[in-house]
């Protein structure tokens, strides 16, 4: 019975350290579509069109454009634009997958 238990015990712990999990690295302040982050780590989610930017109990919502590409991706990275003088997060590419995630330029950069 005891090693049930802790059979038991073991599955599940693998199955949660096998979870999925995009950890990103803000390094400055910075736009993630209508967003405002602070430096810090970020957990990414997201769901149709929209990502979900959490540090601690902060979370930014931004809609998104979710891409394929053609092979998948080493590692999650962040390609980030330095216009104005002003860091912006372009893409976030997920580690492990083909999934980019592709924020929309801001309203006054658009035009």
């Not at 736009?31 to 930014?60: I, M, T």
């Not at 991706?73 to 003088?85: I, L, P, Q």
């Amino acid at each position: 019975m005891m090693r049930r238990v802790v059979l038991c015990f073991a599955l599940v712990g693998l199955a949660v350290a096998s979870a999925k999990s995009y950890s990103i690295v803000v390094p400055e302040q910075a736009e993630a579509g209508s967003a405002e982050l602070q430096p810090g780590n970020y957990k990414v989610e997201w769901s149709g069109d929209k990502a979900v930017l959490k540090n601690g109990k902060f979370n930014a919502e931004s809609s998104v454009k979710v891409e394929t590409n053609t092979r998948k991706y080493d590692s999650t990275s962040v390609k980030y634009s330095n216009a104005d003088g002003k860091m912006r997060i372009l893409e976030i590419h997920l580690g492990g997958t083909n999934t980019r995630l592709v924020f929309p330029a801001p309203a006054a950069a658009a035009q």
